[in-house]
C-alpha cells in the first residue's frame, strides 16, 4: 500500500462496520491486495475506510466492487479469494451487475454440502438458459463449468421430480466411435471415455446413491452411438463434448428427445478432433438452429474459466497463438 495515497485519496469507501471491514479487507489486507492486482488499481486502508487511486474506470469498478461485495458479507456469504476473483471478473465486464443475484442462484446443494451457484455472468445466462428452453448449448473452452453445471441441473431436476432419469452422452472416441479397435468387453472399451460425468456425478451425490442410481437406470452413461433409434422421454439429456460428434450424429442426438425432456449440448470447438473431411456437428448446429423457438446458445469464454488461475491464462495463451497463426496464414495467402 502506498502511505502517499493515503494523503491524497482519489476516492474513498467506508463499510461503516468493524467486523465487516475486518472480512472484506482480509487477513493483512490479502483481499485488498489481490483486488490491487486483478483491478490495476491502487488501495489504501484505515479504519474502516478504503482510499482508491488509479484509472478512473477501473477506480469505479473497484467502488462497484466493494459495495457488492458488502452486500454479500452482510447477507452471511464467507469471502474467499476465488470470489474475488470471480467478482471482479463478473463486474469488469458488466458493472450494473448483481453480485448477489450471481452468487446466490443455487443450482444444487451436493452431498458433501457443497453449495453449486453460477460464478460468472456467461454461466448465470447458462443455467436461466436451461431453465427456460427445450435444448441449450454451452459453447466454450475447458473449465468453464459448462458440463458441471448441465449436470448440477440434472441431478436437481431429478430430486425434484421434474423428470425420471438422467442421459448422460458423450462421443466414445473422438474420431468416430470405433469401440472394436479397443481392447476388452463393450463397458471396458467405453468407460475411459464416459469417466469425466461419472466423476462429476459421483462429486454431486454420495457413493452409494450414485451408484445406485447408475445401476437401476434412473442415470444411464452411455456413448453417442447407442443412442440411435431410441426415443427419450421424460429425460435429462446431456450430450458432452458435442464439437467431437459429426453432423448426422448431432441430428440424431436431437431428434432422440421426447415429451417431457430437455438436452443440454457441451463443447469446445477449438477442440475439435474429427477427420478434416467431417465437419463438426457443433459447429454446423450454430449455424443452423440460431433462432428457432425453444433452443438457446450460451457462448463461454476465457473470462468464464472457473478452476484454477493457470487454466484460465493457459487458455489465453492458446487463443493468442491461434490468432497468430491465422494472422501468418492470411499474410501468406495475400
Do not use: W
Not at 481392447?183 to 456425478?201: H, M
Amino acid at each position: 500500500m502506498d502511505n502517499e495515497l493515503l494523503m491524497s485519496p482519489r476516492e474513498r469507501f467506508d463499510v461503516g462496520d468493524a467486523a465487516l471491514a475486518a472480512q472484506l479487507f482480509g487477513q493483512q489486507n490479502k483481499h485488498l491486495k489481490l483486488i490491487e492486482k486483478k483491478l490495476g488499481v491502487r488501495l489504501g486502508s484505515q479504519g474502516t475506510v478504503i482510499s482508491l487511486s488509479g484509472d478512473p474506470a477501473q477506480v469505479q469498478v473497484a467502488l462497484r466492487l466493494f459495495e457488492e461485495l458488502c452486500s454479500l458479507l452482510r447477507d452471511g456469504m464467507p469471502l474467499y479469494p476465488t470470489d474475488i476473483d470471480y467478482a471482479s471478473r463478473i463486474l469488469s465486464a458488466d458493472s450494473s451487475a448483481s453480485l448477489k443475484d450471481i452468487f446466490f442462484d443455487t443450482v444444487f446443494v451436493s452431498a458433501r454440502n457443497k453449495i453449486i451457484a453460477p460464478k460468472s455472468l456467461a454461466q448465470k445466462s447458462y443455467i436461466d438458459n436451461i431453465r427456460q428452453n427445450h435444448v441449450v448449448f454451452g459453447v466454450g473452452p475447458a473449465g468453464t463449468g459448462k458440463t458441471y453445471l448441465a449436470m448440477a441441473m440434472g441431478v436437481a431436476a431429478l430430486m425434484r421430480k421434474e423428470v425420471s432419469r438422467i442421459m448422460l452422452v458423450r462421443p466414445a472416441v473422438e474420431a468416430g466411435e470405433k469401440l472394436g479397435f479397443l481392447p476388452g468387453d463393450l463397458a471396458e472399451k467405453v468407460n475411459p471415455y464416459l469417466r469425466p460425468l461419472y466423476d462429476a456425478l459421483y462429486d454431486m451425490v454420495d457413493f452409494d446413491k450414485a451408484k445406485n442410481l447408475v445401476e437401476t437406470g434412473v442415470v444411464e452413461v452411455a456413448p453417442l452411438a447407442f443412442m440411435r433409434g431410441r426415443t427419450l422421454n421424460d429425460a435429462f439429456v446431456i450430450l458432452d463434448e458435442a464439437q467431437n460428434t459429426t453432423v448426422e450424429q448431432m441430428k440424431m442426438f436431437l431428434t432422440r428427445l421426447g415429451f417431457g425432456s430437455c438436452a443440454v449440448i457441451t463443447g469446445d470447438v477449438t477442440q475439435i478432433d474429427l477427420p478434416r473431411e467431417n465437419r463438426s456437428g457443433l459447429l454446423h448446429a450454430i449455424d443452423v438452429l440460431v433462432g428457432v423457438p425453444g433452443i438457446a446458445f450460451t457462448h463461454f469464454s476465457d473470462v468464464d474459466v472457473v478452476r484454477h488461475p493457470i487454466v484460465q491464462a493457459i487458455v489465453q495463451a492458446y487463443q493468442r497463438a491461434d490468432r497468430r497463426d491465422a494472422d501468418q496464414g492470411r499474410r501468406t495467402n495475400s
